[in-house]
């Protein structure tokens, strides 16, 4: 037990000091070229033996066309990996865990270029319509969960939503049916294959 709480508040040093560099302006990314479909599996692996033991089922379903992404390998780890972990936390026995990535078409108003797509989804769960709006902000937990039984530092969720709106993507959540999905997406030009993210 003290270990996991020192754990915890090693995590919980380290994401404020994330937190507080995102939000001065000071973090500074370090894109480099990655195959999302090679990095993506590699980040999944260590979760399908968390899974088995659980009893839920991971399911992968990653797109080969994917372009070739220039972006920041550290944050878009700690992106996917905060929201794999939220999704094994969650999720009861014989649930379902669905990892997603494919190119999708923009909107010819709100958002007309393509855009790459990663969503986590997990059956079995379901979020209030009343707490969605407040699951991104700071030390926000969600009523009812108990915070020993799923530990964390209640910043995970707002360092998502800050990472991937610097490197200009967004974070979209949606919980209906007992379904909760996190969908994460990057624009990418329409005449090409390769999109660069820089920091705004």
């Not at 991971?58 to 905060?82: C, G, H, K, S, Y």
């Not at 939220?86 to 014989?94: G, I, S």
């Not at 209030?128 to 915070?147: G, Q, S, T, V």
Request: overall charge negative; charged content about 20%; hydrophobic content about 40%.
């Amino acid at each position: 037990v003290l270990r996991k709480e020192c754990d915890r508040e090693l995590k919980l040093v380290e994401d404020l000091l994330n937190l507080q560099h995102i939000e001065a302006g000071t973090y500074t990314l370090q894109p480099l070229s990655m195959h999302l479909q090679d990095f993506l599996r590699h980040l999944i692996e260590p979760f399908e033996r968390l899974t088995q033991n659980q009893q839920q089922t991971l399911m992968i379903e990653i797109a080969e066309d994917l372009p070739i992404l220039q972006l920041d390998p550290f944050v878009l780890n700690r992106i996917i990996t905060e929201l794999l972990n939220n999704a094994y936390k969650y999720t009861p026995a014989e649930e379902k865990i669905i990892i997603t990535a494919q190119i999708v078409s923009g909107d010819q108003v709100i958002a007309p270029l393509n855009r790459v797509e990663i969503a986590v989804t997990n059956t079995g769960v379901e979020i209030p319509p009343a707490e969605l709006p407040r699951i991104f902000d700071k030390f926000y937990r969600i009523p009812n969960h108990d915070p020993w039984k799923h530990s964390g530092t209640g910043l995970g969720l707002a360092l998502v939503k800050k990472w991937v709106e610097q490197v200009g993507g967004e974070v979209v959540v949606t919980s209906a049916q007992a379904t909760t999905r996190f969908s994460l997406r990057f624009a990418i030009p329409a005449a090409s294959t390769t999109s660069v993210f820089s920091r705004h």
